[in-house]
């Protein structure tokens, strides 16, 4: 690794010197007085990940890859460069260290100005480099820190300076929420010792655990003879192994780089750390699965297509509205039978509900044509839009696409959440059906953001649908790690009796008869929101 020479930028940017750096450049305004805040009538926040990493000649690693992927889900990603590197697909070819003061210069221009939500670090080559990281992120906080500590590239070049060891362990970890050390780091970090087994990644996960971070994911894209890649994620308590299918193809340059800013796109877009992590590795699994045959370059490792997406419908991937948990607090799912029954037509039912007090609405819709389904979807669509509530639409991922619709609920027999994610990308809410707690295990790794949990009493609206009981539900609910919506024979009578269960995650209870199979939607609707409501303030 060659050391940096004087800074001769100096010269080329006689405007923003070094020397200037102690002197604020923004003038101290507050947001009324600052006249270009005024211009926009309402102010939307976009979820901002900063990333602090070395920039790679081939792109497919590094600032070039953090860009890429923050972009992909839908976060803004700023950078600090820290080294320039010279790469290809056969490996390092060189590498200069910015000068440090430049990288402090950097590091408070953006921090300084630009509301960071997470900062994510790559390669960070030297030990003052670290230094001055930390110095900027007690000055300047942020929501996260995502620390992907980058030594060695998969070529076997080093990325880092073995000093660097040090600033690691003793200072950047405890500041950071999650460290992600793929298994030659970890065993770097932890004095040379040699991982070849889950069990040896987890004994890691708990070693690095003890030097601070909130989480520590230890990666296992490197494990040798596996059809699976298997992370392991530890909280201090517990231990998750994340599994995924391992992509046959030579593009996996910059699957690391790219975890750890999906990981921090995810968390800016407020997601929890287990599910921040989970999006993050189906996304690199995806990402890998649609490049696998490209080519570029000659060399053993290629770069892989972030933006695999953009070459399919949906074109909206980039959706900055996360899925809120508690939109499942009462759920009203459409019946076209008992809407004909009434007289009243799919619009004026979702208009009634929302009307009463329904939280997310589902269209279920399963005797009615095509055609006139998606028209009543699209005309729902503008419904559910004006109001702030999601629409999704049962089983038929076509009809949701078509009507732009904000999400899918699949059951068992359906298509795999897996696969509507696919077709749907990441920011769509996906539901699953599910009766046990391999069913919600199975949802969760398949990237559902929910779950339905029923019948919880017996339902004529649904054929053949064994009942749970409460004790069927609570073991979903307890071992489910997403958002749980119970449902099946849920009315005005025995609604309460689902909530007084305070059970974790359950969120709230999906209806169809209880508001459908009645003349006046909206006070059924508004009778069991009271409900609802006056059990949630008893908690
Ligand atoms: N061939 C593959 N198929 C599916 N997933 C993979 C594959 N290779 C790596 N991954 C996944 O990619 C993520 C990054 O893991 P990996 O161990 O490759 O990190 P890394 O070695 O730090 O990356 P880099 O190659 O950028 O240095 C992990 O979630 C891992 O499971
Ligand atoms: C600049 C850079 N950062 C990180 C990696 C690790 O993949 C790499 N190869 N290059
Ligand atoms: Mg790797």
Redesign the pocket.
């Known amino acids: 690794m060659s050391s940096a020479p004087p800074p001769p930028f100096l010269r080329l940017h006689p405007h923003s010197s070094i020397s200037s750096f102690s002197s604020p450049r923004l003038p101290h305004l507050s947001p009324r007085t600052r006249p270009w805040r005024l211009a926009a009538a309402r102010e939307m926040p976009w979820p901002h990940v900063l990333t602090v990493?070395?920039?790679?000649s081939s792109a497919g690693?590094?600032?070039q890859a953090d860009v890429k992927a923050c972009a992909a889900l839908g976060a803004y990603c700023s950078s600090v460069i820290t080294?320039v590197?010279a790469?290809n697909t056969a490996g390092?070819q060189g590498v200069h260290l910015v000068p440090e003061e430049l990288i402090r210069e950097q590091l408070k221009s953006v921090l300084s100005d630009m509301s960071v939500d997470v900062v994510k670090t790559?390669?960070l080559p030297s030990a003052g480099i670290i230094q001055i990281l930390c110095e900027s992120l007690r000055k300047f906080p942020v929501k996260a820190l995502v620390v992907d500590p980058?030594m060695v590239?998969?070529s076997g070049d080093s990325?880092s300076d073995p000093s660097t060891l040090t600033n690691y362990r003793d200072e950047l970890f405890a500041m950071a929420d999650i460290v992600t050390p793929n298994v030659k780091e970890a065993s770097k970090l932890l004095g040379g010792v040699s991982l070849h087994t889950i069990s040896d990644m987890r004994d890691a996960a708990e070693s690095i655990y003890k030097l601070g971070p909130r989480y520590v994911l230890v990666k296992g894209g490197d494990m040798p003879d596996s059809s699976e890649a298997i992370d392991v994620l530890y909280d201090g308590k517990e231990f998750v192994e994340l599994r995924g299918h391992r992509i046959k193809t030579r593009n996996t340059?910059?699957t690391?780089?790219t975890l750890a800013s999906s990981i921090a796109a995810e968390l800016a877009k407020g997601s929890s750390m287990l599910n921040a992590v989970q999006v993050a590795k189906n996304f690199v699994e995806s990402a890998l699965h649609h490049s696998k045959d490209l080519v570029i370059g000659n060399g053993p490792q290629g770069p892989f297509d972030h933006l695999f997406r953009l070459k399919r419908p949906p074109y909206n991937i980039g959706s900055q509205q996360r899925f809120n948990p508690d939109s499942l607090f009462l759920y009203a799912v459409t019946d076209s039978r008992m809407n004909k029954k009434w007289g009243h037509s799919i619009e004026d039912a979702v208009k009634a509900a929302i009307e009463g007090g329904a939280t997310i609405v589902q269209l279920r819709e399963k005797d009615i044509e095509s055609r006139a389904f998606l028209e009543a979807a699209k005309a729902c669509m503008e419904i559910c839009k004006s109001s702030g509530v999601s629409l999704l639409i049962n089983d038929r991922v076509d009809i949701a696409l078509a009507c732009n619709a904000d999400g899918v609920h699949v059951g068992q027999s359906d298509i795999s959440a897996r696969e509507v994610r696919e077709l749907l990308g990441p920011g769509k809410i996906i539901g699953v059906s599910c009766k046990t707690p391999a069913q919600a295990e199975q949802a969760w790794r398949d990237g559902a953001d929910y779950l339905g949990c029923g019948g919880v009493f017996p339902t004529t609206t649904k054929a053949n649908n064994p009942t749970l009981g409460f004790e069927g539900l609570k073991a979903v609910c307890l071992a489910s790690k997403l958002p749980v919506v119970a449902i099946g024979g849920i009315n005005t009578t025995n609604a309460g009796s689902v909530m007084e269960l305070r059970l974790p995650n359950l969120k709230g209870v999906a209806v169809v008869s209880a508001l459908f199979d009645r003349e006046c939607v909206s006070t059924e609707t508004r009778n069991l929101r009271s409900i609802l409501t006056s059990v949630r303030c008893l908690a």
């Open positions: 990493a070395g920039s790679d690693a590094g600032i080294a590197t790469q390092v790559g390669m980058v590239s998969t990325l340059h910059g690391g780089c």
